[in-house]
């Protein structure tokens, strides 16, 4: 079905060839929500940016406008404002009609894309023998989010972790391993994780240190290269112990990704070094094969070479990416490649999208899109740091965020005289503090800082998940306490609007199509958490100020319908968030 916005789209389309002839169709209606109930409920400012065009005063145009323009179905008659604006204010008849047929709808209005592609989503992106870490929080959740909207508007999505497993950190860390611990480098399960992190920076320092070791551990890395099987297999258990406990993240998390790491396209290095020196791009500098970038400059205005291939043969993170994309467009058919990093990253985005686009490898009708976010920071506006000056360990942070969910489940448990079951308060306390964590990074606009709060995200007011699922907690509750089953309400139940609060609750309802639509486009999650935070205090102000249980028919089973579409908007949005709702809290 065809949002209101949309459905207001085409008759403004139609308005406008009737009003000043064929030369005006696809013309943009330039059509918003309104800003002040007062002006509408959607409004049109075409008729200034017309002005040029067509020679007469705005409000000439836009009476001229709205004598052709049909909208008596769904909109009382607009009004001209101003030097020109017209105001549009939804008809509740249109809105009723409107909420039933997206009532009925298993969608709830959302249509799926008209062209559906296939999507690659570049996220998380964690490094073999070294833990999971504040930083890759953002990069996980925001690519989560971003992958199941695109998946849910019906693309074909691949969600790739592009990890970190090749390169000079394997052979310093496998010298040191066999000097210090062996075993670990022939026998599964010889060290956890955290052993393994310590061990790779006694590795660095010495390596940094000791020129005899820089040797020894570039030897490895070219046996590495070689496929020898000593190392290859001692490589291999690096990255099944590193796997593994990325796993438990991410099962903790509810993100499933595919793997594919740097080393999967190594093979693929040595074609793009030839075909870039086909294109005539490719130039020796100092030993090293490098592509000069347009725009880019050093402090002596010189350009700013991309390096594919160092002096020592050995290749960067950008020959990887080149690779990477030309076998994400090629093998894997991608339409639009989203790469979701920190913003720090911008400029090497930036610099080999020039060289793939320069070397014909970007074909037409195909995007990559680099998705950049700010920094998590503490509460005094640092990045966040453990105490001693750490990076804070991804999974000290989740248990952190459930310990304290449960605390809190747990005082107010003992406040109200609550007895509940271990396995209650468990459960809880995991999807609270778990979807606290996840709301408070997708709620900011992703191109900021953040600052990391405990107390704000696990509090029950304010734009936060907890307030979200109350929501949708008391909806459930009043399921329970009018011993009501939503399901056998049926689609056909009639909503009435009256009520000034059941109007507000029902336009906002219908905006739903247009917000997913929003981030499928410009993949900025804090949008939807923006709509379900709305709609949570919009249908709380409802609650409050309209009887449900206790008002009489047809306007308790309206109301019942209202409160339904509302918990069905609020299961679904989160669900696009990565974030599942609860019963009872």
């Known amino acids: 079905m065809n949002s209101t916005l949309e459905q207001l789209k085409a008759r403004f389309d139609q308005a406008f060839t009737a009003a000043f002839g064929d030369g005006m169709t696809g013309t943009d209606p330039m059509l918003v929500p309104a800003s002040n109930p007062k002006f509408g409920d959607y409004q049109s400012n075409a008729a200034m940016s017309l002005a040029k065009k067509l020679g007469k005063p705005p409000r000439a145009i836009a009476e001229q406008l709205v004598k052709h323009l049909n909208v008596s179905d769904l909109c009382a008659p607009p009004e001209v404002a101003g030097p020109g604006f017209i105001n549009l204010t939804i008809k509740p008849a249109y809105l009723e ?40 929080l953002r990069s996980t959740i925001i690519g989560d989010c971003i992958a199941r909207i695109l998946e849910f508007k019906g693309h074909d999505v691949l969600r790739l972790n592009h990890v970190g497993d090749w390169g000079t950190q394997f052979g310093m860390l496998i010298a040191y391993l066999r000097e210090v611990h062996p075993e670990a480098l022939t026998t599964a399960n010889a060290l956890d994780l955290g052993d393994l992190v310590s061990f790779y920076k006694q590795a660095k320092k010495r390596f940094d240190e000791d020129e005899a070791f820089q040797e020894t551990a570039r030897k490895e890395v070219v046996k590495l290269q070689a496929g020898a099987e000593d190392t290859r297999r001692a490589w291999q258990l690096l990255c099944e112990q590193s796997r ?17 790491g740097e080393s999967f396209y190594n ?11 086909k294109t005539g791009l490719l130039v020796e500098n100092q030993g090293a094969k490098c592509v000069f970038l347009e725009g880019f400059t050093n402090k002596e205005g010189q350009p700013l070479p991309l390096i594919v291939q160092k002096s020592d043969g050995g290749y960067n993170y950008a020959t990887t990416d080149l690779a990477a994309l030309r076998y994400r467009i090629q093998q894997d058919g991608a339409k639009r490649i989203v790469y979701v990093t920190d913003a720090g990253q911008s400029t090497h985005f930036a610099q080999f999208f020039q060289v793939a686009k320069r070397a014909g ?40 965020a459930v310990g304290r969910a449960r605390a809190d489940l747990e005082a ?32 900011q606009n992703r191109n900021s800082n953040y600052i990391f709060s405990y107390d704000k995200m696990l509090a029950l007011q304010g734009n936060t998940a907890p307030y979200m699922l109350y929501a949708y907690v008391r909806i459930r509750g009043i399921s329970r306490q009018g011993n009501i089953d939503f399901d056998r309400l049926g689609s056909d139940a009639k909503i009435l609007l009256g009520e000034e609060t059941e109007l507000v609750l029902a336009k906002h309802l219908l905006q739903l199509s247009e917000v997913i639509a929003q981030v499928e486009d410009d993949l900025l999650p804090n949008r939807l958490c923006q709509y379900l935070f709305e709609l949570s205090q919009k249908f709380n102000k409802f609650y409050e100020e309209c009887r449900v249980l206790q008002s009489d028919e047809p306007q ?17 949005g989160l669900s ?6 609860l019963d009872r809290m």
């Open 556 to 572: 308790r089973t309206s109301r019942l319908a209202l409160c339904d579409l509302t918990a069905r908007t609020l299961k679904l």
């Open 267 to 277: 093979p693929l290095l040595p074609a793009v070094l030839e075909d870039l020196e």
């Open 97 to 136: 009609s409107q909420l039933m047929a997206v009532g009925a709808d298993q969608r709830l209005g959302v249509p799926l894309a008209k062209t559906p592609q296939r999507e690659v989503v570049d996220f998380s992106s964690p490094n073999i023998a070294k833990e999971m870490h504040v930083g890759h």
């Open 361 to 400: 490898w970007i074909p037409e009708g195909v995007q990559v899109v680099h998705v950049p976010f700010g920094l998590v920071l503490g509460e005094n506006g640092t990045k966040l740091k453990t105490r001693s000056g750490e990076t804070v360990r991804l999974r000290d942070l989740l248990d952190e």
């Open 576 to 581: 696009l968030l990565g974030i599942q709702v």
């Open 244 to 260: 593994r406990e990325f796993q438990v993240i991410y099962d903790i998390l509810n993100v499933g990704l595919t793997e594919r």
């Open 412 to 443: 107010r448990l003992q406040e109200e005289g609550r007895e509940e079951s271990e396995e209650f308060i468990a459960e809880v306390a995991k999807v609270v503090g778990i979807s606290a964590v996840k709301y408070a990074d997708l709620s």
